[in-house]
């Protein structure tokens, strides 16, 4: 069973930045493959994946975060974390840390359907 929680969530100004963290039960980083991810989901919109990390520390990224987001793993901690720089009011959203404890979505980081846990999500709201 995978558990996960994140925090960070809060108020900035556009141009300001954020870190998300995402504590996972230590299950996930046992594990010799893995994947987890960033998600946001704004209202009325569908939950979608930005960033994600596999086992071996690769990264990928959606193009509206490419260059702002970086996305990063202490195994040690068990933590995942998410730092968000130059915010925009359009990334106002609820986030969301999820993962797949399997070799199954090895390369299928951006694709929603590889992730089958989720955390409780924190709020993130960018004021222009």
């Known amino acids: 069973q995978v558990q996960l929680m994140e925090s960070g969530g809060g108020s900035v100004q556009a141009g300001g930045s954020l870190t998300l963290s995402c504590v996972a039960s230590v299950y996930i980083f046992t594990v010799f493959y893995y994947s987890m991810g960033w998600f946001c989901q704004a209202p009325g919109k569908e939950r979608e994946v930005f960033a994600a990390i596999e086992s071996d520390g690769r990264t990928r990224y959606s193009d509206p975060v490419k260059g702002r987001f970086t996305i990063w793993k202490d195994s040690a901690k068990n933590t995942l974390y998410l730092k968000m720089n130059s915010l925009k009011p359009e990334d106002t959203a609820m986030y969301y840390c999820?993962?797949?404890?399997?070799?199954?979505?090895?390369?299928?980081?951006?694709?929603?359907?590889?992730?089958?846990?989720w955390g409780q999500g924190t709020q993130v709201t960018v004021s222009s």
């Open positions: 999820a993962a797949d404890p399997t070799r199954r979505g090895l390369g299928l980081g951006l694709l929603s359907s590889t992730y089958n846990y």
